[in-house]
C-alpha cells in the first residue's frame, strides 16, 4: 500500500506543475503587451546598484526584472517548453560563456520567437556579446582596444582627457521610437564605449544615436598606423532592430550611458558655451527603452470588413462591377490602454498576382479606416491586403481572401439601346421588313420578308 504522504506530495507537485505553466506561459499578453517579466543578466551584482536608476524606471512602469549573474549555473530562459521571461537585458560585456542552459543560439531564438532584447557592450566586449550584436545586424570595431574618439564633440571633463567621453546630440528623428518630447531641449548624451556600423544587407537595423563627423575608432594608448576601421557618421553609437516578427533589439557600444553616475551628470559640448545641469541620458533611454518594451509604436488591427455598397453582410463572393465598402479598426497600445492610431498613409490593395486596385483608406481620427472602389472587370480570387510599414511602428500584413465571379448568363444587359437606331436604319436601307405575328403570351415570333426590286 503505497503512503499517502508520497500520494499527497505527488498530488502538490502536479499542481505546483500546472500553476508554474499557467502563469510563467501567460505572463505577456498581446491586450496588455507592458504587463511582462524581463531577465537581467549581470557581470556582477555591482551593476544592480550602480545602474539603479535605470533599473527603477523600468519597475515603475510595471515590469518585474529578475536579476541574475550572466554565469549563474542555473538560469533558463525556457522550462517545460515555455519561456519564463518576455524579454532579456544583456549588461555583461564581459562574459564568455553565459551558465546555465544558455548559449548564443539560445539567445537569437529568444528573439525569434518574438521577445525582446537590449544589449549593453563596452570596451573589451567579449566575443560572445560581438557575436550576439552580428546577427542581429550590428558589427563592433575588430581592434578589442578600440574606443570612439572625438576631438571636436567631446564633453568637457576635468579628468577627461583623451576626448573618450562623448556627447553626442545626433538623434534619429522619429516621435515614434523616442516620443514627441524634445530630448532635455537637445541635451547632449554621454557616451563612453565602442562604436559600431550598421550591416549594409540587414534593412531591419537602425542608427539611433551617430558619432560626428570628426569621430574615429581607436587605441587611445596607441599610436594609429592604420586608418580606422569606423570613421565619422558611419559610427553608431546606439542602434536598434525591429525583426519582421516585430521582436524589438537595443544594441548600445557603452554600458556607462546607462549608469547613475552619466544619468546625474552635468553636460557641456566641447565649442559649446551652454552647461546643461543634467544630460540627455535618462530621457533618451527612458523613452527607447519605452519602443523596445512596446509601450509605444505597437499597432494592432481588429475588425476587418467588407461588404457590398448598401449592405452590412460579408457576402461569400463578388462580381465584377459591384461596389464595395472595405474597413478596418487600428490602435497604437500607449502603455496604459490602446488608443486610436491617426495616419493618412494606410492602403488597402485589392490583389490578385499584383494589385487591380490600390486605395488610401479614409480615417474617422478615432481608429477607424475605411473606403469604397468598384470590383475590377476581372474574375478569380482575390485578396484585400493591408502591408503596412512605416518608422518606429509594428508592421500591419493584413489578408482576406474572397473570390470574384463574371456576370450569370442571365445577367448581361439584352441590348444596347444607343445600337437601336442603327439597327432599323440598317434593316431598312437594305429592304426588308420586320412583320411582327401574334404569339403565345410573353412570346413574339418575328418574320422577316425581303422585298424584290428595292
Known sequence: MKNPETNMAKFITILTLIFFLTTKSSAFSPESPT???????????AIKSSHSMYFKSLQSRGYELDFKLADDPKIALQRYGQYLYDGLILFSPTIDRFGGKINQADVLEFV?????LIIAADVNASDLIR?????????????????????????????????????SDDFIQSDAILGSKK?????????????????????????ILSASPSAYSANPKSKISNVPMLTGSAISLVSVVQARNNARILISGSLS???????????????SSTRHEKSGNVQFLTELSKWVLHERGHLKAVNIRHHKVGEADEPSMYRIGDNLEYSVDIHEWSGTSWEPYVANDVQVQFYMMSPYVLKTLATNQKGLYHTSFKVPDVYGVFQFKVEYQRLGYTSLSLAKQIPVRPFRHNEYERFITTRISLL????????WILHLYPSPPLQQVAAVAYLPGR
Open 131 to 167: 557575436e550576439i550584436a552580428t546577427d542581429c545586424g550590428v558589427d563592433f570595431d575588430d581592434d578589442s582596444a578600440a574606443v570612439v574618439i572625438d576631438h571636436t564633440s567631446y564633453a568637457v571633463s576635468n579628468t577627461d582627457g583623451d576626448h573618450t567621453l562623448i556627447a
Open 35 to 45: 504587463n511582462r517579466r524581463i531577465l537581467v543578466l549581470l557581470d556582477d551584482f
Open 257 to 271: 550611458m546607462f549608469s547613475d553616475r552619466f544619468f546625474q551628470s552635468g553636460v557641456q559640448k566641447a565649442g
Open 112 to 116: 525569434d520567437s518574438g521577445h525582446d
Open 183 to 207: 530630448i532635455e531641449l537637445q541635451a547632449p548624451v554621454l557616451f563612453r564605449g565602442i562604436g559600431h556600423s550598421l550591416n549594409p544587407a540587414n534593412n531591419l537595423v537602425l542608427k
Open 424 to 431: 432599323w436604319s440598317m434593316l431598312f436601307n437594305d429592304g
